[in-house]
């Protein structure tokens, strides 16, 4: 389920024109990518947000820039549902 809101609840939805994504952790569980499936249904990695010493740092892809004309509203939630991601884990 994507997030779409945060101002009073958490609002959580599954909609359809919003491709299926997937967080997944890196083999030393020092980063979390979230990605898409692109058409040919390949992960299309989107936001890597990553820890250097106490910061959070959030990267924004390649793919993610190309996202804005084809699927803004992939870019829309994409961050509140990583942030979600990120929050379950600590």
Same mark, same amino acid.
């Given at each position: 389920?994507?997030?779409?809101?945060?101002?009073?609840?958490?609002?959580?939805?599954?909609?359809?024109?919003?491709?299926?994504?997937?967080?997944?952790?890196?083999?030393?569980? #020092?980063?979390?990518?979230?990605?898409?499936?692109?058409?040919?249904?390949?992960?299309?990695?989107?936001?890597? =947000?990553?820890?250097?010493?106490?910061?959070?740092?959030?990267?924004?892809?390649?793919?993610?820039?190309?996202?804005? #004309?084809?699927? #803004?509203?992939?870019?829309?939630?994409?961050? =509140?549902?990583?942030?979600?991601?990120?929050?379950?884990?600590?």
């Amino acid at each position: 389920m994507w997030v779409t809101s945060w101002k009073h609840a958490l609002g959580l939805a599954r909609l359809s024109y919003l491709p299926r994504y997937e967080v997944g952790e890196s083999a030393a569980g #020092d980063q979390l990518t979230f990605s898409t499936r692109g058409p040919d249904a390949e992960a299309v990695p989107l936001l890597v =947000a990553g820890r250097a010493g106490g910061r959070l740092l959030l990267r924004e892809t390649e793919q993610y820039g190309r996202t804005a #004309d084809e699927r #803004d509203a992939v870019r829309l939630y994409a961050r =509140a549902t990583l942030a979600l991601h990120l929050a379950a884990r600590g």
